[in-house]
């Protein structure tokens, strides 16, 4: 790998773009699987349908908020997922200008 004296560090060649990719493809993969099963979980059910008060409903809606924010976040990775795929797709030979962007 080449450094580019940029902040961000090297720059990954095609081969080391390619196992990345394929890398964070498998772990998205993973996380979604895990997002999926907490979000069809018999408890978090339970909880959602229920009328809670006190420490209860406090700690579930934390609980509910964090869910959520977590759901951003793997939102927010998909799309840069997604387009780190699609910039690798259009070129076999993506330039410097496109590893560094």
């Known amino acids: 790998m080449g450094d580019t004296g ?3 560090g090297p720059v990954m060649d095609r ?3 390619d196992r990345a990719l394929a890398r964070l ?3 998205h993969e993973a996380i979604e699987s895990s997002l999926l099963a907490l979000q069809d979980h018999a408890g978090r059910r ?3 349908g229920a009328e809670l008060t006190g420490a209860t409903r406090e700690r579930w809606e934390r609980a509910d908020a964090s ?3 977590l ?4 939102d927010a990775w998909t799309d840069t997922l997604r387009s780190a795929r ?4 259009r070129r076999r030979w ?5 590893l560094v962007a």
């Open 94 to 98: 993506s330039g410097r200008e496109d």
């Open 86 to 89: 699609e910039l690798r797709a």
């Open 67 to 69: 869910i959520t924010l």
């Open 25 to 27: 493809g498998a772990e």
């Open 46 to 48: 339970l909880l959602e």
């Open 6 to 8: 940029h902040a961000l």
């Open 71 to 74: 759901w951003t976040y793997f």
């Open 15 to 17: 081969d080391e773009v």
